[in-house]
Antibody, heavy 121, light 108 residues
Framework: EVQLVESGGGLVQPGTSLRLSCAAS????????MHWVRQTPGKGLEWVSGISWNSGHIDYADSVKGRFTISRDNARNSLYLEMNSLRTEDMALYYC???????????????WGQGTLVTVS | DIQMTQSPSSLSASVGDRVTITCQAT??????LNWYQQKPGKAPKLLIYDASNLQTGVPARFSGSGSGTEFTFTISSLQPEDFATYYCQQYDWLSPITFGQGTRLEIQ
């Protein structure tokens, strides 16, 4: 089955860290760029970070630059998001999303996970 | 950053109606525009990519058009399962990826 499954969310205090994971299955993971997108009731959908198929191109939203680190392990078909210095405004449902193209500038999210909730309080 | 403004923010319609949602970009993004559907408690689902291309498996009653700064998303004949929230999203090279604020489509 083609799917993405996120994990690692939870309740943390401001200033602490959390690592999200996304396990991919059913498609050639190393052919595509991957992204993290978050959603809050107040701010809607917000792109957080993207990583190209070979990790050669990485980008972040300004709101998380310097605090979050995206990475991938193609051998394990897994995507990660290391989140440091968490703030209350980082509280959201975090989705892992597959790009339809190998470059992060492909920007077409054709497969999404179910999301993992991060609560900062 | 390129800002995306959707209108209307919410819309009431009936089964069988033709519905149109617009999305306006603050800069020319050519056709770097996608449309997603999101139902409560579910992840967004890609419907239209590159402004006018129908994603595989998506019913043909969904369509998209436009280029530059003005885009339109249309459902030709609303079905009960179409009541959801719809988002536009741009991916222009010169800006971080951004989404519109969403249009909530409700049953009239």
């Amino acid at each position: 089955e083609v799917q993405l499954v996120e994990s690692g969310g939870g309740l943390v205090q401001p200033g602490t860290s959390l690592r999200l994971s996304c396990a991919a299955s059913g498609f050639r993971f190393d052919d595509y760029a991957m992204h993290w997108v978050r959603q809050t009731p107040g701010k809607g959908l917000e792109w957080v970070s993207g990583i190209s198929w070979n990790s050669g191109h990485i980008d972040y939203a300004d709101s998380v630059k310097g605090r979050f680190t995206i990475s991938r392990d193609n051998a394990r078909n897994s995507l990660y998001l290391e989140m440091n210095s968490l703030r209350t405004e980082d509280m959201a449902l975090y989705y892992c999303a597959k790009d339809s193209r190998p470059s992060i500038r492909g920007g077409v999210f054709d497969l999404w996970g179910q999301g993992t909730l991060v609560t900062v309080s | 950053d390129i800002q995306m403004t959707q209108s209307p923010s919410s819309l009431s319609a009936s089964v069988g109606d033709r519905v149109t949602i617009t999305c306006q970009a603050t800069q020319d993004i050519s056709t770097s525009l996608n449309w997603y559907q999101q139902k409560p408690g579910k992840a967004p689902k890609l419907l239209i990519y590159d402004a006018s291309n129908l994603q595989t498996g998506v019913p043909a009653r969904f369509s998209g058009s436009g280029s530059g700064t003005e885009f339109t998303f249309t459902i030709s004949s609303l079905q009960p399962e179409d009541f959801a929230t719809y988002y536009c999203q741009q991916y222009d090279w010169l800006s971080p990826i951004t989404f519109g604020q969403g249009t909530r489509l409700e049953i009239q």
